[in-house]
């Protein structure tokens, strides 16, 4: 993943003239729509009225540079009003019964499908994304409101469990609201790292203070304009902008409960600031993710699924693919139509489907990519596709890029290079290459390819990363939202999903009641006597396999 500090839009202008590399343009349709049609006054006007600002600040498209939107920026005292307002309107919400509020995510589900097509320009319009890719994003979404639509009630129903003495302990396990969860989200997938993490922190009864990052606001605020629509209260929503490093240490200084995304530099301070006030923190962060294509797997079907696990989102995606390990019996095969997929890849800037990739988000994206790929290049690497900037289609247009020869101590070994370049690595032996797929202080996501899912399972296990996919990239563990996603090592604290993604954002509280007798001695008998009789019981019940 990458800072959450806000992206840099690049002038157009300033990019330096390059010949059009292998990838073809995916030609704009007639009448296509452009930023002015999307991001009209009384759009921008609508969504800003939830933002706590009293200053003043903007974001642009990475497709041409050009501004999108003047936007309130919030200052210190901005956030702790935000806070206030959020804090003063979270009680009337937990109050309200789980099954109402979880009603509002299934609407807010059928909102979300019926107006997919304006918020789809407005990700592309703010990330440079594909289309397609910005569909992604209302999937996880759609998914994700589902699901906790209709499973809250359960994740979060009181639980009966066995007491100290059976029959005379009563014990209920409650789950508590935090209060006012603050979340700090990233730009690479501004509605689904936004709203689909707060989904849940919403439904178990909290208020959330968002600071979306300034770039992709819009976003983010389509969303809140949406669930308040679906029925959520306004005032338990709030939203505030600015500065990452500004407004970001604002938000964890007040929260009860700090959920971030972003990169791992930033996560440690996230995570060293809600230490500081002992409050409970949520962390997905970067990664350096591999694929094995083992030697019985499918060649065509790896290479195509390749494409997919690296290239999405022009690689700006914490759970791609940036590692490829191929099976040396079967690496020249699958390097020639992996390559082949690659370059045929049209790029584009069109709000509509046609586009297989989009732009890189802000320039310090497209210098670390340039970085990577110059350098690896001056010390042996080899391109086997793109490697060029793509300057005649927008000021952040990057091929798609195959390196071979990749070896330490090249940045793109270990750096995350959050972009579309992956490097191919050939391997012989199974127990090798998992000891090289581990050889990382990230642990987020892997792949693994094969014809035997028995043997792909057996890999799948020996991998230290908090999400596995056999025969494709990413989409089958992400997509699951009954199953828990996040990250080992490096790559993050705490899961998003399932039961966890929800219990994380609720504070467990026991209440037992005892009945008939205390636990104490009673009738008589002294100390000595009540535990010796105490020590009788322990042992019946380990006999009669009490839990």
């Known amino acids: 993943m990458t800072d959450t500090t806000d992206t840099q839009a690049t002038d ?230 600015g500065d990452g490093p500004v407004v970001g240490p604002e938000v964890v200084r007040h929260a009860d ?18 230490a500081a006030r002992l409050v409970g923190v949520s962390l997905e962060l970067g990664g350096k993710n591999a694929m094995l294509v083992l030697h019985d797997a499918d060649v065509e079907k790896a290479a195509a699924g390749a494409v997919r696990a690296c290239f999405s989102s022009a690689g700006q995606l914490c759970i791609s693919i940036e590692r490829l390990y191929v099976h040396e019996s079967i690496a020249d095969a699958f390097l020639e139509r992996f390559a082949a997929r690659t370059k045929a890849m049209r790029l584009g800037t069109s709000l509509a489907y046609g586009a297989d990739m989009g732009c890189l988000v802000g320039e310090r994206q497209l210098r670390t990519v340039t970085r990577h790929v110059e350098e690896a290049v001056a010390k042996g690497a080899t391109v086997v596709a793109g490697g060029v900037a793509r300057p005649d289609i927008g000021p952040l247009f990057y091929e798609p890029t195959i390196l071979e020869n990749v070896q330490e101590p090249m940045a793109v070994c270990a750096e995350e290079t959050f972009g579309p370049v992956v490097s191919v690595y050939r391997f012989q032996d199974e127990d090798e290459v998992v000891e090289r797929a581990n050889a990382t202080a990230y642990g987020l996501n892997a792949s693994v390819w094969t014809k035997d899912g028995r043997r792909g399972h057996a890999v799948a296990a020996k991998l230290r990363t908090g999400t596995v996919n056999i025969n494709e990239g990413y989409a089958p563990a992400y997509g699951s939202v009954q199953s828990p996603m996040g990250g080992m090592k490096d790559s993050g604290l705490g899961r998003r999903h399932g039961s966890e993604g929800i219990l994380k954002y609720t504070e467990a509280q026991t209440v037992a009641q005892q009945r008939v007798l205390p636990l104490a001695p009673v009738f008589g008998l002294d100390d000595e006597q009540y535990a010796a009789l105490m020590s009788r019981s322990l042992r019946l019940m380990k006999a009669f396999r009490f839990r």
């Open 12 to 241: 157009a202008q300033a990019a330096p003239a390059t010949p059009p590399g292998t990838n073809p343009t995916a030609p704009a349709p007639a009448g296509a729509r452009t930023a002015a049609d999307v991001v009209t006054p009384e759009v921008v006007a609508q969504l800003t009225r939830g933002v706590v600002g009293s200053g003043r600040t903007a974001n642009h498209t990475p497709f041409t540079g050009e501004r999108l939107a003047e936007l309130p920026a919030s200052t210190p005292e901005d956030v702790a009003e935000a806070f206030d307002r959020a804090r003063a309107a979270q009680p009337v919400w937990a109050a309200t019964p789980v099954r109402a509020r979880a009603a509002v995510l299934l609407r807010f589900h059928d909102l979300v499908l019926q107006r997919q097509a304006e918020v789809l320009d407005l990700i592309q319009l703010e990330t440079g994304k594909a289309r397609l890719h910005a569909h992604e994003e209302v999937q996880a979404v759609a998914v994700a409101a589902r699901h906790y639509g209709r499973r809250a009630a359960a994740y979060l129903r009181p639980r009966r469990h066995t007491g100290v003495v059976p029959g005379l302990t009563k014990v209920t396990e409650l789950r508590q609201p935090r209060g006012v969860v603050g979340q700090i989200a990233p730009w690479n997938y501004p509605l689904e790292l936004s709203v689909g993490d707060a989904l849940p922190a919403f439904v178990a009864g909290n208020a959330v203070v968002m600071k979306p990052d300034t770039e992709t606001a819009l976003t983010a605020l389509w969303a809140r304009d949406l669930l308040v629509e679906a029925g959520l209260p306004a005032e338990v929503f709030q939203v505030v902008l």
């Open 257 to 274: 409960y700090v959920s971030f995304t972003g990169s791992t530099r930033t996560g440690r301070e996230v995570a060293q600031g809600a």
